[in-house]
């Protein structure tokens, strides 16, 4: 591949990154949210300024640059120099560096049943692996390095942030019905809209994120000081203080962050929406016309149409897989719990 305009702006300290913080989601489950937050964040503490779209209150220093919506493209990389002692964050959805798929037998056999799980083994061109909050917009990463540093147990932080497998199932269900790609809206050539939800959650989504999750839990049980487990449902449930602990540990040390209670605030689902309607866009690129891709419940529980009996042999399949699935709140019916 040639040389590009981009490859040219990137400092030659830059063309060295094989080791890299990594904050993964299971898709989602906040993958936005995060971006969006840290990266508020990193901006007014730069002493940027952001403008409340619903309340009018500007945020950050009132002369300083306001927060560019129309070039910020979601990384996957993000400029977190100062911020954290890190010169780029991961945020986004892989599988963990330093695992070794040839550990888990069903591994080879069971690809993931859409593109975007994995971004760092998914062949993308990795010398130009892209970076929002930078003077640049690229920065090449040696994927094989970071796999090594994080194999031994000597790379930076990880996390990743997982949902209750059920409520992930249904929002990427309905999420895939409403894409304008046809390869998240179809499977094996079906519209989403024609497939039974227990089709796919037992033929595609449970076994796509089991792929993923276990990787984490590997690399966890190896290395705990290095891999944090979080659940998406704590982070919803008391977003300044989990994402606090989550920029710790990526830190290596706790430190305060007078803005991210502010940053938080901006990346609210109501105010995200609004920055949408005055952008005429979906903010993550998936929806033209057809609406937002933010969840309409982000904070509510979305797996009101799985039975008992199909959560019961939802955990058992997960737990054949050798997914540990007392890592997951497992809620009864409503009308279960009631009847107790």
Request: glycine share 8%; net charge neutral.
């Amino acid at each position: 591949m040639g040389t590009t305009v981009d490859s040219l702006n990137v400092p030659g300290s830059m063309f060295h990154v094989s080791s890299l913080p990594i904050l993964s989601t299971v898709p989602r489950s906040g993958t936005w949210f995060l971006r969006y937050a840290i990266s508020f964040l990193c901006h007014l503490e730069r002493g940027g300024r952001i403008d409340d779209r619903l309340t009018g209150r500007i945020f950050g220093d009132m002369s300083g640059p306001s927060f560019d919506f129309q070039s910020f493209k979601g990384g996957p990389l993000f400029h977190v120099r100062g911020t954290l002692p890190d010169d780029h964050l991961f945020i986004g959805h892989t599988t963990c560096p330093g695992f070794t798929p040839s550990d888990v037998d069903w591994w080879g056999a069971t690809p993931f049943h859409v593109p975007g799980y994995d971004y760092f083994h998914e062949g993308m061109d990795y010398r130009h692996t892209p970076v929002d909050l930078a003077p640049y917009r690229h920065t090449p990463v040696r994927v094989q390095a970071l796999e090594r540093s994080a194999r031994r147990g000597r790379g930076r932080p990880i996390v990743l942030v997982y949902r209750n497998p059920l409520d992930q199932a249904v929002s990427y269900f309905r999420y895939g019905q409403n894409h304008k790609d046809a390869t998240y809206n179809s499977i094996n050539g079906r519209l989403l809209t024609a497939v039974e939800l227990r089709d796919y959650l037992f033929q595609s989504a449970l076994p796509s994120y089991a792929k993923q999750f276990i990787s984490f839990q590997a690399l966890a049980e190896r290395h705990p000081a290095q891999v944090r487990l979080v659940p998406y449902e704590r982070l919803i449930a008391q977003p300044v203080d989990v994402l606090a602990g989550i920029l710790d540990h990526l830190s290596g040390a706790p430190r305060a962050r007078p803005a991210l209670a502010d940053a938080v605030w901006l990346a609210r689902r109501e105010h995200m929406k609004a920055i949408e309607t005055e952008l005429g866009r979906s903010l993550d690129g998936t929806r033209t016309d057809r609406g937002s891709h933010i969840s309409q419940a982000s904070s509510g529980r979305s797996d009101a149409h799985i039975d008992d009996r199909t959560r019961t042999e939802a955990m058992a399949f997960l737990d054949r897989l050798g997914v540990g699935t007392g890592l997951f709140d497992w809620p009864l019916e409503k009308h279960a719990a009631t009847a107790a």
